[in-house]
């Protein structure tokens, strides 16, 4: 009979973005594909990834990845020229593309991205719908999380 795994021995995720919640309300949630190149598939697995500081930009009907930083390895890369912050596209359909569009043109929306993991062989790009918080918003977030954490440390002594 074989062991199950614990989920985080087989995590998929590669790369969060933390500072996304605290700088933006997120409102939806896609995912996409990422138009790579190989030496940086093969620096992915060896978790050279950095996506804090990340944002989509629409232009011409496509979505591109920029401020993406996948530094390359030194064996991997020695016959290729490359360019860890270059422009990466990331695979749409064009329904959502269209939603996109609209929402960042109309609504004042900005699409940035919280999450890079493997679904299957695949890397995937998570992004968000996002407005931006003000100063006094985020206070508001830390004395909510402050309040939740003394709550439970109370609770947690009136159990003794």
């Not at 020229?81 to 996109?100: G, Q, S, T, V």
Request: proline share 2%; glycine share 4%; hydrophobic share 35%.
């Amino acid at each position: 009979m074989a062991k199950k795994k614990s989920p985080k021995a087989n995590s998929n995720t590669i790369a969060l973005n933390k500072k996304a919640r605290h700088e933006y309300f997120l409102h939806d949630k896609f995912e996409a594909g990422i138009e790579l190149q190989g030496w940086e598939v093969k620096s992915i697995r060896a978790g050279k990834v950095n996506i804090s500081d990340t944002y989509i930009h629409l232009k011409d009907g496509e979505a591109f990845l920029l401020g993406a930083q996948i530094q390359p390895l030194n064996s991997a890369s020695t016959h290729v020229i490359c360019d860890p912050m270059r422009y990466r596209k990331l695979l749409l359909k064009k329904r959502e593309l269209d939603r996109l569009i609209g929402a960042t043109e109309r609504d004042g929306f900005s699409l940035v991205a919280t999450a890079m993991y493997w679904k299957k062989c695949w890397v995937k790009l998570e992004f968000h719908l996002a407005k931006g918080k003000k100063m006094h918003d985020k206070r508001a977030d830390i004395k909510d999380k402050d309040w939740s954490r003394d709550k439970e440390r109370l609770m947690k002594h009136k159990a003794r």
